[in-house]
């Protein structure tokens, strides 16, 4: 989007999370009208335990967490994977399900084995974004994309649930399709497109967003 043509200097954004792949995703949706960094940037930014129960919780949690430290815009993100035969789970405990935080392995290790038998094996990524300022939640915005789960792992690409995920459309999991596809496709791609343009709108406007 062009702005009125009054160069005005980038806004900051501060990102709730220490994930560099986050990071650069979000920062190259932005543009040139926000200066965006994370929590790595701030090493005195406290860590923030995600006890919610909802992804919007865990995600407000983060996002109000790190506001009352800074000024300016503050987004945060939550995620998961949730599966209909198994009531939503694991929903906001993904990246522990099997046990040991962040061992992708073991949750799908356990996904696979709470799956037997189950003739329903629709599935969908959702992920929950919340911006702030000020100590204020400003607005929320969630994206999700769905599929169905594979009997066994395939592909090597992606993170997580990948390799036993098919996006609806597909015939491969998210971990043997394209990077570029899944970026497009994705849970994470979906919410930050409406934060993008919600933020064009209301935070920006007069400013050229790139
Ligand atoms: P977080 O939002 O990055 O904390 O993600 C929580 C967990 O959800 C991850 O550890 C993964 O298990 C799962 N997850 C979130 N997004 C994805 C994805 O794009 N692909 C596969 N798994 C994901």
């Known amino acids: 989007?062009?702005?009125?043509?009054?160069?005005?200097?980038?806004?900051?954004?501060?990102?709730?999370?220490?994930?560099?792949?986050?990071?650069?995703?979000?920062?190259?949706?932005?543009?040139?009208?926000?200066?965006?960094?994370?929590?790595?940037?701030?090493?005195?930014?406290?860590?923030?335990?995600?006890?919610?129960?909802?992804?919007?919780?865990?995600?407000?949690?983060?996002?109000?967490?790190?506001?009352?430290?800074?000024?300016?815009?503050?987004?945060?993100?939550?995620?998961?994977?949730?599966?209909?035969?198994?009531?939503?789970?694991?929903?906001?405990?993904?990246?522990?399900?099997?046990?040991?935080?962040?061992d992708h392995a073991r949750n799908n290790a356990r996904l696979l084995r709470e799956m037997v038998g189950r003739a329903d094996r629709s599935a969908r990524f959702r992920c929950t974004m919340v911006l702030a300022r000020d100590g204020v939640e400003t607005a929320n915005f969630t994206g999700t994309v769905e599929g169905r789960l594979l009997e066994e792992p395939e592909g090597d690409g992606g993170f997580g649930y990948d390799p036993l995920f098919v996006p609806d459309g597909y015939d491969s999991s998210f971990a043997s399709l394209p990077a570029e596809v899944k970026n497009r496709l994705s849970h994470r791609a979906r919410a930050l497109e409406r934060v993008v343009d919600y933020l064009r709108r209301t935070a920006v406007s007069g400013k050229d967003c790139g």
């Open 1 to 102: 989007m062009q702005g009125g043509g009054l160069m005005q200097p980038p806004e900051p954004l501060v990102l709730a999370t220490r994930n560099a792949h986050k990071t650069r995703e979000i920062r190259d949706m932005l543009g040139a009208a926000f200066e965006v960094s994370d929590a790595n940037d701030h090493p005195d930014f406290p860590e923030i335990e995600e006890t919610g129960s909802t992804f919007l919780e865990n995600a407000r949690l983060k996002a109000l967490g790190i506001s009352r430290r800074t000024g300016g815009w503050v987004l945060s993100d939550d995620s998961g994977l949730e599966v209909d035969a198994l009531g939503g789970a694991p929903g906001v405990w993904s990246s522990s399900y099997g046990g040991v935080e962040g």
